[in-house]
């Protein structure tokens, strides 16, 4: 299967560092063999999409409204996406649940919205360092994505999965390759239960991933990918790991 390497800016950027970063990108980044995406906030999408467009860099949002249109003040909805031609939705990132409160149901609405308007959305799943200790990662990930199969199971083929530990995010602490590879191993099997299809669904390892630790992580057998937050706000680093990823 075909890695992705999608960024996650996160709320980092401005219109002329954002230039000089795809710009950067698009230099090096010759004709990849793997999927490559950034993920802008919404403000700056149609910055990418003049820069972007043509280029082998799709884009996307990193959040979408778990509602079609109307009374939502500050939200941005999938169809407003889809004018500006994202590819993909980052939904349910860690940082969402933990300072927005949304959960499982509303991430799994996230998901239904970004799919219906054609936009593949990236769901984020992964276990606090207390859940890792407690020993509850697996029913905390199983339950996460069982949330979303249940809503959108019938076009489960449609979607990416990005399983990020919530105490490697931007800690600089990584999950080592056997620890992911184990995660990423459960939530292959219960795609298997969904879809006869399981093959078919990228899923990515998101938590400091960076351009040293890359290739071993992406070496890993159900590791289709990474979700990159720090290394996609530095040109050579991203390109790495996205050098990382056509090596495999
Ligand atoms: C993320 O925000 O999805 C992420 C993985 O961040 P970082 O790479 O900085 O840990």
Redesign the pocket.
């Known amino acids: 299967m075909k890695k992705l390497i999608a960024g996650?800016w996160?709320m980092n950027g401005s219109l002329a560092a954002n230039e000089a970063l795809v710009q950067a990108m698009l230099a090096g980044i010759g004709s990849p063999k793997a999927d490559v995406a950034l993920c802008a906030p919404a403000p700056y999408l149609s910055q990418l999409q003049l820069l972007l467009n043509g280029s082998p860099i799709a884009w996307g949002s990193q959040d979408v409204s778990a509602h079609e249109q109307g009374a939502f003040t500050g939200e941005v909805s999938a169809a407003m996406l889809r004018d500006f031609a994202c590819r993909y939705a980052i939904v349910g990132?860690s940082?969402r649940r933990q300072y927005h409160g949304e959960t499982d149901a509303v991430v799994a609405e996230k998901a239904q919205r970004a799919l219906a308007a054609g936009i593949t959305p990236i769901v984020?799943v992964g276990e606090t360092l207390a859940e890792r200790e407690a020993g509850v990662t697996e029913e905390v990930v199983k339950r996460q994505l069982a949330a979303v199969i249940h809503l959108v199971g019938h076009c489960i083929t449609e979607i990416v999965v990005?399983y990020?530990p919530v105490w490697?995010?931007?800690?600089g602490k990584t999950a080592t390759p056997e620890q992911a590879q184990a995660v990423h191993a459960v939530l292959r099997a219960q795609l298997k239960a969904a879809t006869p299809h399981p093959e078919r669904i990228q899923i990515l390892y998101?938590?400091?991933?960076n351009a040293a630790n890359a290739a071993t992580l992406l070496a890993q057998p159900d590791i289709d990918g990474g979700?990159?937050?720090?290394?996609?706000l530095k040109a050579p680093d991203f390109l790495q790991i996205v050098a990382a990823a056509n090596a495999q």
């Open positions: 996650n996160k990132h940082e984020c990005a990020e490697a995010i931007g800690t998101g938590g400091s991933m979700l990159i937050g720090g290394a996609s």
